[in-house]
């Protein structure tokens, strides 16, 4: 069975509730459901963290046996080069997920410090860019 993870950064726990003009209003627990129904033979683990050290740990615990991973780093993804070194020091494929497109909003979005150790960047399809992430970890399998 394939394995992906999705970890989610800083405040992506408050999804549904905070800025909904920007990031709509369903929770990723209640999305998550539904990608799990769309795709019953994948397992799909999640985790969350708002903590910058709990985030490298994760990519480090399931950064050498899993498929791929989903990350969205949050407002990390601008700061933080701690998470691109660990992306880079792990060997499952990981790809960029933003709900956002962070291009068509402030300039200090449009730096990612994460983007180059990563496969691929998927933005600005709201939760749908998770649902394309795990399309991209399947075809670069060659497994649909
Ligand atoms: C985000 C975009 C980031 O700039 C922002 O800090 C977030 C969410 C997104 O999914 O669109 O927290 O990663």
């Known amino acids: 069975m394939v ?4 970890i989610n950064g800083p405040n992506i726990n408050l999804l549904g509730k905070r800025e909904p003009e920007i990031y709509g209003n369903v929770s990723f627990e209640t999305y998550l459901e539904t990608l799990r129904k769309q795709y019953p033979d994948v ?3 999640y985790y969350q963290s ?3 050290g709990e985030l490298i740990n994760k990519l480090h615990e399931k950064g050498f046996s899993y498929d791929g991973i989903l990350f969205n780093a949050g407002a990390y993804t601008h700061t933080s080069i701690a998470l691109h070194d660990a992306i880079l020091g792990i060997t499952t494929p990981v790809i960029e997920i933003h709900l956002s497109n962070v291009y068509a909003r402030e300039t200090f979005r449009h730096t990612s410090y994460i983007a180059s150790a990563c496969m691929g960047s998927i933005g600005g399809f709201g939760l749908e860019s998770y649902r394309l992430g795990v399309d991209a970890i ?3 399998k060659n497994l649909q």
């Open 50 to 52: 708002n903590v910058e």
């Open 3 to 6: 394995r992906i993870q999705i």
């Open 43 to 45: 397992t799909l683990d």
């Open 138 to 140: 399947l075809n670069s």
